[in-house]
């Protein structure tokens, strides 16, 4: 099971930090990172469900 945390912009990318709670652990990865084989198809497929919010800046960290 996965939570986005928050998302925000560096180097022109935009990267999504989220909280992996079956393994207790936070994973951060940029969008283009999706089709690398580094991320499970579970987390893959919980991005692409919520893409349109991240790519609408739902998520933006901003101070």
């Known amino acids: ?18 909280f992996d709670f079956l393994v207790g652990q936070t994973i951060e990865f940029s969008l283009d990172e999706l089709e690398k084989e580094e991320l499970t198809e579970e987390l893959k497929e ?11 800046g739902y998520y933006d960290y901003s101070l």
């Open 1 to 18: 099971m996965y939570k986005i945390l928050y998302c925000r912009f560096s180097g022109g990318q935009r990267l999504v930090v989220l």
């Open 46 to 56: 919980y991005i692409r469900g919520i893409r349109e919010g991240i790519n609408s």
